[in-house]
């Protein structure tokens, strides 16, 4: 009996050390099924993350375009030519688009000419002079080959003026010049030297033609020497001048005490001023635009191109490549539902055998009385043909499709097509709807290249 007693407590300490091991044991399956698990999630989500695409993001803003037409106009203005009384040699003392007050002193006329000593430039008017050498290179194009003369007009006027500076910085100019003939400005306003003939017209004579044959070669610029009844100069007596020009857009709707904003090209000038409608001598329609603004950069021009705002369109703006059409089923808001607890879009289709099948969606447009599902869509799997029926048992052919323009929103890191409403476009941005059902919100994260991607398309970071 005490042998077996022995021997049966040896038997507990031994099952005492065997449940440790156990335990151990089975701790150790369990951290190991754990690491199993997690390495399985890693390979998958690297599968993932290598079929995915590194595309750019475009984050949705507000935006606008403005609408602008571009006309090339004639220029009316309040002008004066002054004439000549006597022939001989003339001086002027002041310079082109010169400002000046009535009863300025003008020029003289001598039956000699002045001996004018060479000008003896200074570092000042040196750069003064590549300033505007560069400034009028920069206005000349191949479309508007007036600014040639503009150019030998204005690089004229710039050594006049330097010229003028250095002969009249001691002296005071009427007293102490002798001359056969002083004259004095009539007017007050603003000197120009050009005189190309229309400075008396009347915009109710304008014609289309009369752009086109406006012949800049013509123009008589500044006079060395003159003959009695010459004339010589102008003065432009009023800052606001009108430009006659032909549109198709009708400006009509454009009151008189309202401003549109109106940009001159080549000047690189913006301001404002108001159209109002009158007609030519060739019994036509045209439009007039009053500008008051900088009447001394537009001082030796007749011919000027220009753009006017007739509209801003706001909304999203969106890059014009990111917009891709779609075609979509069209399927009746009675056949969806949504599932509360998954928040998900769900529909119901007929299988083989007449069983119910269910399937979840993306909706990329919704109106009053329609959702719209990209047949590309990939949770749907959706066919043409395809009966859906609902919990009424209606049933619904999928049989009607709509080419729609969206984008692939990728918010959800995964690209779903989301319709859009294009308002506006550019050549590079488009301005669309805000607050479309369905559609897109302002700061969605938005695919930028839409040929680089597909529906359903995994986007990593």
């Known amino acids: 009996m005490l042998f077996k007693k022995k021997i049966k407590s040896v038997e507990i300490e031994e099952n005492k050390d065997i449940k440790p091991k156990r335990k151990v044991f089975y701790l150790f399956r369990v951290l190991f099924a754990i690491l199993i698990i997690v390495a399985i999630y890693i390979i998958f989500n690297s ?7 590194k595309l750019k993001i475009y984050e949705v803003t507000t935006g606008e375009i403005v609408n602008v037409d571009r006309h090339k106009g004639f220029i009316y203005r309040d002008e004066s030519i002054a004439t000549c009384q006597n022939s001989g040699y003339i001086n002027f003392y002041v310079a082109n ?8 002193f003008i020029y003289t ?21 590549r300033q505007n050498i560069l400034m009028l290179n920069n206005n000349i194009t191949d479309y508007d080959y007036s600014y040639v003369y503009s150019a030998k007009n204005a690089l004229n006027e710039i050594i006049n003026e330097i010229n003028l500076v250095k002969q ?56 060395k020497e003159v003959v009695s009844n010459d004339q010589i100069y102008k003065i432009i007596k009023s800052p606001e001048f009108v430009i006659a020009f032909d549109s198709s857009y009708d400006y009509d709707n454009y009151q008189k005490s309202s401003n549109v904003h109106v940009k001159f090209v080549y000047e690189n000038v913006t301001t404002n001023g108001h159209i109002e409608s009158f007609i030519g001598s060739d019994g036509k329609k045209h439009f007039k635009l009053y500008v008051t603004d900088y009447p001394e950069k537009f001082i030796d021009k007749r011919v000027v191109e220009f753009e006017i705002e007739n509209k801003k369109i706001s909304g999203y703006k969106i890059p014009v490549k990111s917009i891709v059409s779609k075609n979509c089923y069209k399927i009746p808001k009675g056949m969806l539902e949504r599932d509360l607890e998954t928040d998900e879009n769900i529909f119901y289709k007929t299988g083989a055998n007449g069983v119910r099948e269910k399937f979840t969606c993306n909706i990329s447009k919704e109106d009053e009385n329609y959702y719209y599902i990209s047949i590309d869509d990939t949770l749907s799997k959706l066919k043409y ?18 080419k729609l323009n969206g984008v692939y929103n990728m918010n959800k890191g995964y690209a779903i097509f989301k319709n859009i409403e ?25 695919c930028l290249n839409a040929s680089e991607v597909s529906e359903g398309d995994l986007i990593s970071s």
């Open 47 to 53: 599968v993932k993350i290598f079929n995915s695409k």
């Open 109 to 129: 006329i001598n039956d000699e000419p002045n001996v004018v000593k060479p000008i003896d430039l200074s570092k000042e008017d040196k750069k003064y002079i």
């Open 168 to 223: 009249f910085e001691d002296i005071n100019i009427q007293n102490e010049i002798s001359a056969k003939e002083k004259g004095y400005s009539r007017y007050a306003g603003l000197v120009s030297f050009l005189i190309d003939g229309y400075e008396n017209s009347d915009i109710t004579d304008f014609t289309n033609d009369l752009i086109r044959k406006y012949d800049l070669s013509k123009i008589v610029t500044q006079k």
């Open 385 to 402: 043909g395809d009966v859906l029926i609902n919990k009424y048992n209606d049933t619904f052919s999928l049989n009607e499709v709509s």
């Open 97 to 104: 688009s010169d400002r000046v007050k009535r009863g300025a």
């Open 422 to 446: 294009i308002i506006d476009q550019t050549n590079e941005y488009a301005i669309v709807k805000k607050q479309t059902l369905n559609g897109i919100s302002l700061y969605d994260h938005i």
